[in-house]
């Protein structure tokens, strides 16, 4: 059985950084393109950051320069380094597996940004 399973979030201080990890129990991940997304009260779920399977990161404009998304494919885990984090960037941070017809979501980690 697949399993996406985050971790890292937490409470965090305007300006500061968290990482999120992303551990998937999924065959051949090296194929699979990684995401996270974020989700917060009463908004839409978005993309945050895409890293394809052969290394290629996309992100949405509001986290470039800030957010480093990046993969380790032996560990088949992939990681978001969030830096000078803001109250807005406060949601719940869902990774994403993706390859084909395969779609998988983790349960998500909830990071928010408060003094």
């Known amino acids: 059985q697949v399993q996406v399973v985050e971790s890292g979030g937490g409470l965090v201080q305007p300006g500061g950084s968290l990482r999120l990890s992303c551990a998937a129990s999924?065959?051949?991940?090296?194929?699979?393109?990684m995401g996270w997304y974020r989700q917060a009260p009463e908004n839409q779920r978005e993309l945050v950051a895409v890293?394809?399977?052969?290394?290629?990161?996309n992100y949405t404009e509001s986290m470039k320069g800030r957010f480093t998304i990046s993969r380790d494919n032996a560990k088949k885990m992939v990681y978001l380094q969030m830096n000078s984090l803001k109250p807005e960037d406060t949601a719940v941070y869902y990774c994403?597996?993706?390859?084909?017809?395969?779609?998988?979501w983790g349960q998500g980690t909830q990071v928010t940004v408060s003094s």
């Open positions: 994403n597996a993706q390859r084909g017809k395969y779609d998988y």
């Open positions: 999924v065959t051949f991940f090296r194929l699979y393109d």
């Open positions: 890293i394809s399977s052969t290394g290629i990161t």
